[in-house]
């Protein structure tokens, strides 16, 4: 299966949930992940910062491959010059990896490596290629890209700083990136992650994005995962429900 072909398998089931594993019990991390895989959400998805392209300091390829779970693996780079750092993760089995537009010298060479790696998980299958764009970042940067990656991610808070609200201009952003993706007629799935909680997931599913990214709200220990994904699934169905009158 190309990685085309995942991102279009993805998209007929959209709207997603991709679960931060970060925020999990990390000492527990096998049971975490089938706690997760009990859910019917299909992507775990991991923060790797370098204390270098922004301020926090997280982890690296030993952590991704140290994920044993049927789930993908979403791998979100915010990395100083992430070219020579995406075959590693390649390696440590991602299934999707999206690096920070802002973070590349060439953004267009790192989709062209990932366009030809081999899936380490399952070689019929590429890896997903994504783009990330940060809320100050003019969203015209992903024009020249848009042919060569199947996932866009609309970041609604500064990468590598705790306790930032959902930017409220992430709205007009996504349906910008929307648009966008409809004049490039590609397969290309419109993510949004930062800030994503219990109270505002349906009103950011009902901005219609394919994937929302979350974390604390799914590990917040205060309820089993179980329950925390059920109500947040229920959530964002309910908001794309909302969504779709204005989409016809």
């Keep these: 299966m190309a990685a085309s072909d995942t991102a279009a ?34 992507m775990v998805h ?36 992430p070219l020579e750092k ?12 999206t690096f920070q537009v802002e973070s590349a010298s060439n953004p267009h060479r790192v989709l062209q490596v990932l ?4 899936n380490a998980n399952d070689p019929a299958r590429g890896i997903v290629r994504g783009v990330a764009v ?14 060569d990656l199947e996932y866009v991610m609309i970041l609604a808070i500064n990468p590598g700083w705790g306790g930032q609200r959902f930017h409220p201009g992430t709205g007009a952003r996504l349906a910008r990136v929307r648009e966008m993706v409809a004049a490039a007629g590609c ?4 993510a949004v992650d930062g800030g994503i909680t219990r109270v505002n997931i ?14 604390s709200a799914i590990f917040d220990g205060s ?14 169905t309910a908001g794309a429900t909302r969504a779709r009158p204005s989409e016809g």
Excluded: W
């Design 202 to 215: 349906g009103e950011v599913a009902a901005l219609g994005p394919d994937v929302i990214v979350t974390g």
């Design 223 to 236: 309820s089993p995962v179980e329950a925390n994904a059920a109500y947040m699934l229920a959530e964002l």
């Design 187 to 190: 397969p290309i799935l419109v």
């Design 86 to 97: 995406v075959g590693a993760f390649v390696t440590a089995g991602a299934d999707i990896i």
């Design 134 to 147: 940060s809320p100050g970042t003019p969203l015209e940067v992903l024009v020249p890209l848009l042919d």
């Design 115 to 118: 366009g030809d790696a081999v």
């Design 9 to 42: 398998r993805l998209l007929v089931g959209a709207p997603h949930l991709s679960v931060g594993i970060l925020t999990a019990d990390l000492g527990r991390l096998d049971d975490e992940l089938r706690r997760v895989e009990r859910t019917g959400i299909p």
């Design 46 to 81: 991991t923060d790797v910062m370098d204390g270098v392209f922004c301020p926090m300091l997280t982890v690296g390829t030993p952590f991704v491959a140290a994920q044993r779970t049927s789930l993908l693996k979403d791998v979100h780079l915010m990395v100083r010059e």
